[in-house]
């Protein structure tokens, strides 16, 4: 109690707030930004090596083959995301169908999975891969599509949560008024609500779009299973899965060929921020031209069923049938053992995911507010700028970067911390996204109150806003929670450390699928008791306060 | 021949009633406004003639014809919302012409009409501006332009100057009802204000819990309502709790105060013995050198005359007006009161009490 009362007494005085927020800010660019994309400026110091591996054509052709896959991939998944998402989204907000609420829930699922389990469960589901026994539908053998359906699983539910958080904010009267005026329905909603649309699809294209581009654990699991995983040109890469399976070959110097492929990828994902967000800025729906009876006709009570139906069988048929066909896989024979082995995994991954989360909710906060509350300054847009940076940079990039910038300054033995350093990159993002979103939510006005009532910024944080943006800031720890506990790539770029995704690799590799498919369902149920018990402890502290 | 008519509709959402049995009949051209406290079902019925919503029971015709079952865009009827809905990605000339451009005008068609009806509100020197560049008084008159230009002859206003300055608020409503009597518009207008009701409008329909309470033109309502909600809710007025003592052979009815102080009401509508409530605006409340004793509690100044608050004998609170610049009493001081007994009406006193009976929500 008397250190809380300190701290308030301390937070009196502006400098002490300026000096505060001077550290977060310090501690967020030494720690995340600049280690991010240190891989780039270490280009100089390994150009021989460099060299080397662009006179290699064979080599390169591979490589420019993965970026080119990663691509094209994060591309294509994404446009499919919001031409599905986008009737998804509707449904869920606008229409007050009995089984939403449970449809709610279960399209947050595939974020609770971790990617390795959902990698396993989507190649058993839609291939028919060896040595193991259940029966897929066997209906895909080519590695780019099947890359494809794992990754609309996992960017799915974001842009869907995407989407229909901005059409929630939008005023339903819009609409009315536009209809009120003589428009259909569906020409209501194209020159209507689609239009007003825009910010949020440049967030959600964004955000699939480097989910998609990140991913690795998964991706290589299906690659790996699928026999593509081989160095010469029957093989087939995406970005990250390359940087993996290179890193994996017990060879003496990979690192020039790392820092050349996480080099393109960063600097390639900048580029891609950027001109997705200048496109999607400018671009207009062009049609002005409406079509009454067109539109008419597509307003019907029929057509409108008929999507939603679609929307629904989409969602059963291409994501939540294939992340939970993995379950089928215990019903097999097979052994398991290594429950030692496991847990030690498991270990290392909460560990890892709860130091990660505690940095991001201590250290976010402070910049979550700056940005939330001096919207318009310079310095605020270029924070906000800045903690999207880790955020579209491939995470197994991010590793390689990460091992070289803490390697040069004699940390490399340390693996365990280099390896949160490196899941802090990606985690803080998600939190402190969220909160400024939640904090921009909230009127100034109720701590400029509580302050004139005699609180203390401290106190005025902690009574008044804090207990407002509580729900965003526990949805945003829970976010970057999971999200460590399921990542695999940054973890196997930066260091040694046995997670449970690189775990659950390993087993893939060594082709013990029973092993790997127990130690899933082991990590997905771990997951979901823990989202759920934190789930009542929120709705338990809901009630003080 | 009547424009809207209203057939007993009834809308309940759930296990709450908004409206129930309503009958109403708009007449072509009129301006009416629909008063009422907030909740009392004054905007679902705006918005079942215009085809957001669709009642639970009953038919609504328009022109004749019953419409109950046309969806909005098909029913020509349009709508302001109380926080205006401009397009915000579409500047005014997209904005008002985009009644004309989904019913497929060519491109220079729709700019004509945008361009009259802008003029009509006289904002045409601004047609390239967004929704977000204006004062919200100019932002709803665009909307009105823009619910006008899509060739409705009915409109809804859904509180349509209730975000606005007073200032502006008072402008604006005059500029309205000018602008759709040039045109022969039907207009409902919705408002909480009942000075702005009783300033506009042909005629005011007073809601209450969902029912209509009273119809009539605002001097009808005002000089002589048929309710007690009616007299309290528009307009001020004295409320007394009294019995009537006698019925006098001048047709004055007169009515003992709970002190024993006795004053009369023109017209004999009740019996001897009868408990009634008198109802006197503090307009027609004077002094004189008898009549109902009172102290004086409070004067307020009220930006153009004196509002003089006082106690009667009988612990009756009744209030006078007197204009500004005469001298006003202290409080302490005793005063007469007289009432103007043609301008002053009595009502049957409610069984379930006064405060019950006038209870806004």
């Known amino acids: 109690m008397s250190l809380i009362k300190t701290v308030d007494e301390i937070s009196s005085n502006p400098r002490n707030r300026k000096a505060w927020l001077a550290l977060a800010c310090v501690i967020f660019a030494v720690i995340i930004v600049i280690p991010a994309v240190y891989v780039i400026f270490s280009i100089p110091s390994n150009w021989s090596g460099i060299q080397d591996v662009l006179s290699d054509s064979a080599m390169m052709s591979i490589i420019w083959g993965a970026i080119w896959n990663s691509f094209s991939l994060a591309f294509i998944v994404t446009i499919i995301d919001i031409i599905v998402g986008l009737p998804m989204a509707w449904m869920l907000v606008r229409k007050s169908y009995r089984f939403g609420k449970y449809l709610d829930t279960f399209i947050d699922m595939p974020l609770a999975f971790p990617t390795v389990a959902l990698g396993f469960s989507v190649i058993v589901f839609w291939g028919c891969p060896e040595g193991i026994t259940v029966p897929g539908t066997g209906l895909v053998v080519d590695p780019y599509l099947m890359v494809i359906l794992l990754h609309i699983i996992f960017t799915y539910p974001y842009m869907v949560r995407c989407l229909s958080g901005i059409l929630e904010q939008i005023d339903t009267n819009y609409e009315t008024a536009a209809m009120t005026l003589g428009a259909s329905k569906w020409t209501a909603v194209r020159t209507i609500t689609l239009p007003l649309f825009r910010a949020g699809l440049v967030t959600g294209f964004i955000l699939c779009f480097a989910r998609s581009l990140s991913e690795t654990g998964g991706t290589y699991i299906v690659l790996r299973m699928m026999g593509a995983t081989t160095l010469d040109v029957t093989g087939f890469f995406t970005g990250p899965t390359l940087i993996s399976t290179i890193k994996d070959i017990p060879e003496t110097d990979s690192m020039p060929v790392l820092i050349l492929i996480s080099s393109l990828l960063i600097v390639f994902a900048l580029l891609m921020l950027f001109v997705a967000k200048a496109v999607m800025t400018r671009l207009r729906i062009p049609w002005r031209k409406v079509w009454p009876q067109f539109g008419r006709r597509v307003s019907g009570r029929k057509v409108a069923g008929t999507k939603d139906v679609l929307a629904f069988l989409f969602a059963l048929i291409f994501v939540l049938l294939p992340s939970f066909y993995i379950f089928v896989c215990l019903g097999t024979e097979g052994t398991y053992s290594d ?13 890892v995911a709860g130091a990660a989360t505690v940095f991001d909710v201590i250290f976010g906060v402070p910049v979550a507010m700056y940005i939330a509350r001096n919207r318009g300054t310079k310095r605020a847009e270029l924070l906000d700028n800045l903690v999207n940076v880790p955020l579209i940079i491939p995470t197994t990039a991010l590793g390689v970067s990460l091992g070289l910038f803490w390697g040069q300054l004699g940390l490399s033995s340390m693996g365990m911390l280099l390896v949160i350093f490196g899941h802090i990159s990606f985690t803080y993002p998600l939190l402190v996204r969220n909160l400024v979103g939640a904090i921009e939510e909230v009127d100034p006005s109720y701590e400029e109150i509580a302050r004139t009532l005699g609180a203390k910024p401290f106190q005025a944080f902690r009574k008044v806003l804090l207990p407002m943006v509580k729900s965003s800031l526990l949805a945003g720890a829970v976010l970057a929670f999971t999200r460590s506990l399921g990542e695999t790539g940054a973890t196997q770029a930066i260091a040694d450390v046995s997670t449970v995704p690189i775990y659950i690799v390993d087993l893939i590799n060594a082709n013990d699928y029973f092993g790997a498919a127990v130690s899933s369902v082991m990590l997905i149920a771990i997951c979901f008791v823990f989202m759920f018990g934190l789930r009542i402890v929120i709705s338990r502290m809901g009630g003080k306060d | 021949m009547p424009k809207i008519k209203l057939e007993h509709v009834v809308m309940r959402f759930g296990t709450v009633t908004a409206a129930r049995d309503i009958n109403v009949t708009i007449n072509s051209g009129e301006y009416v406004t629909i008063l009422g406290p907030s909740g009392c079902g004054k905007t679902t019925l705006i918005k079942m003639i215009s085809g957001i919503l669709h009642p639970t029971e009953g038919r609504v015709l328009i022109d004749g014809a019953d419409v109950t079952d046309v969806p909005i865009e098909d029913r020509d009827v349009g709508y302001v919302f109380q926080n205006i809905a401009l397009f915000p990605h579409m500047d005014l000339k997209d904005n008002v012409g985009y009644g004309p451009r989904v019913r497929d005008m060519s491109r220079e068609e729709t700019d004509a009409v945008a361009e009259e009806y802008l003029s009509l509100v006289r904002m045409l020197d601004r047609s390239g501006y967004l929704p977000s560049e204006l004062s919200g008084g100019e932002q709803q008159k665009v909307a009105i332009a823009r619910a006008l230009a899509s060739g409705s002859k009915v409109i809804m206003l859904d509180e349509p100057l209730s975000a606005l300055d007073a200032r ?60 007690i909600f009616a007299a309290y809710f528009i307009g001020e007025t004295n409320l007394i709790e009294c019995t009537v003592v006698k019925r006098t052979k001048k047709g004055n009815t007169q009515v003992v105060l709970r002190d024993g102080s006795v004053t009369r009401v023109a017209g004999i509508r009740f019996e001897v013995g009868d408990p009634v409530v008198l109802s006197v605006r503090p307009e027609h409340v004077y002094t004189a050198n008898d009549g109902i004793r009172a102290v004086v509690r409070d004067v307020v100044f009220m930006g153009t005359y004196w509002r003089v608050r006082t106690e ?49 929500e």
């Open chain 1, 339 to 351: 429950y030692g082995g496991f847990l030690g995994a498991v270990g290392a991954s909460f560990l």
């Open chain 2, 168 to 227: 502006v608020r008072v402008e604006l409503r005059y500029d309205i009802r000018r602008l759709v009597k040039k045109l022969g518009i039907t207009v409902l207008h919705v408002t909480h204000d009942q000075e702005e009701a009783m300033s506009v409008s042909d005629r005011i329909i007073l809601m209450r819990k969902g029912t209509i309470h009273e119809t009539g033109t605002p001097l009808e309502i005002y000089r002589d309502p048929k309710s």
């Open chain 2, 312 to 360: 009667a004998d009988s612990q009756d609170l009744i209030d006078y007006n007197i204009s500004a610049d005469t001298d006003t009493p202290s409080k302490g001081d005793v005063v007469y009161l007289v009432f103007n007994k043609k301008a002053a009406r009595l009502f049957a006193r409610p069984i379930q009490g006064l405060q019950e009976e006038i209870v806004l």
